[in-house]
């Protein structure tokens, strides 16, 4: 267990500065390296993937709010956005932790490093001024903010990865969809962490200090540093240029992707 605590202090800091660069949470870095570290530790493999992605969503929670209080501070933060999509993305998000217990490790690995692939070569194509000209209906945001909140219950994400994008698409600037993504990682957080807290919440099979498939030492470990680098993100998100900043996006998101797959 001393392993994975110090191991996790040190990933806890990328992810937390992925959080305020990036909107994302840090669950493109946490939930592979936690699958990695979780089968050194010999945990039961049939729980492992899952454990990884319900510790990574637990963590996002307090790494968010911290980035959020760094975004609210420095001026990015469209709070109207946010009451408009985060609702669905928590009911999204319940469904999501439901589904992933029915679905294999293996499964749900494959997925992930796909799904990272396929997003970070939108990111990377997409050209910065080809963006809708109208805003969102209520509808559309209803609709692709319970389908982001399903994906980043069933991946262990905090949704940037397909919030960003969507946000950026229909014209808000990339430092706005940074910091509403930010935000609104928190309700997906929690209602994903509920679900996976009370799944195989007495399965006999799983480690000690487990709450359901999270894995509290990690999860403790994890925040520790995390919240400390967020807001550290959040500053360089805002003084980084935006073209350069969507593709250093890309380029961190496939290489996880491919890494897991390898």
Wanted: hydrophobic fraction near 55%; proline fraction near 5%.
């Amino acid at each position: 267990m001393s392993v994975i605590i110090v191991d996790m202090l040190a990933f806890g800091a990328v992810a937390g500065l992925l959080s305020g660069l990036f909107g994302i949470g840090g669950g493109i870095v946490l939930v592979p390296f936690m699958i990695w570290l979780f089968g050194r530790a010999d945990f039961p493999v049939e729980s492992i993937v899952h454990m990884a992605i319900a510790t990574s969503l637990a963590t996002i929670i307090p790494t968010s709010f911290s980035s959020v209080l760094a975004h609210q501070r420095i001026g990015t933060l469209q709070w109207s956005a946010v009451a408009m999509i985060a609702p669905y993305m928590f009911i999204g998000a319940i469904m999501g932790s439901v589904i992933a217990a029915h679905l294999s490790g293996h499964l749900l690995k494959t997925v992930f490093a796909a799904y990272l692939i396929i997003v970070s070569l939108r990111m990377w194509l997409q050209n910065i001024s080809s963006v809708s000209k109208t805003n969102a209906s209520h509808l559309v945001m209803a609709t692709a903010g319970a389908m982001i909140g399903t994906l980043s219950s069933l991946l262990g994400i905090g949704g940037g990865t397909l919030s960003v994008p969507f946000l950026t698409f229909y014209g808000y600037p990339m430092r706005n969809a940074v910091a509403i993504s930010a935000a609104c990682g928190i309700p997906i957080a929690v209602a994903g962490s509920l679900g996976y807290a009370f799944l195989n919440k007495h399965h006999s099979s799983l480690p000690v200090y487990s709450l359901g498939y999270i894995y509290l030492p990690a999860f403790l470990a994890t925040i520790i540093t995390s919240v400390c680098f967020a807001p550290l993100g959040a500053v360089m998100a805002k003084r980084l240029p935006v073209q350069p900043f969507k593709r250093l996006f890309a380029v961190i998101v496939f290489a996880v992707g491919i890494k897991l797959l390898w």
